[in-house]
């Protein structure tokens, strides 16, 4: 069975860093490429970032770049993402997913996580 666990969300003022990861099992992780989406109210799914199975190519969003940094461990069946400078417009429920389409303007996740919380407030 497939699990994706996030964690490391939390509140933080503008300005502030965290690092969310997400821990993979019941597949083989490093075959796949990943993803973090964070969820837009009224508009579904948002690609924040992606990166390839061996981690060594990856993209984001330009809503992100810059601030933003996906990375993965294959040793620890591991995916992270590294926010710095974040904006109180980045507060959003943030997963981690496999298996990634796009259709009709909508992302879908064959398997995602439940989420963790990244709220940011002065």
């Known amino acids: 069975e497939v699990q994706l666990v996030e964690s490391g969300g939390g509140e933080v003022q503008p300005g502030g860093s965290l690092r969310l990861s997400c821990l993979a099992s019941?597949?083989?992780?490093?075959?796949?490429?990943m993803y973090w989406l964070r969820q837009v109210p009224g508009k579904g799914l948002e690609l924040v970032a992606s990166?390839?199975?061996?981690?060594?190519?990856?993209s984001d969003a330009d809503s992100v770049k810059g601030r933003f940094t996906i990375s993965r461990d294959n040793t620890k069946n591991t995916l992270y993402l590294e926010l710095i400078n974040l904006k109180i417009a980045d507060t959003d429920m943030y997963y981690c997913?496999?298996?990634?389409?796009?259709?009709?303007?909508?992302?879908?996740?064959?398997?995602r996580g439940p989420g963790t919380q990244v709220t940011v407030s002065s």
């Open positions: 997913a496999k298996e990634l389409w796009l259709n009709a303007g909508a992302w879908h996740a064959r398997s």
């Open positions: 019941g597949f083989t992780f490093n075959t796949y490429p």
């Open positions: 990166t390839d199975p061996s981690g060594t190519s990856t």
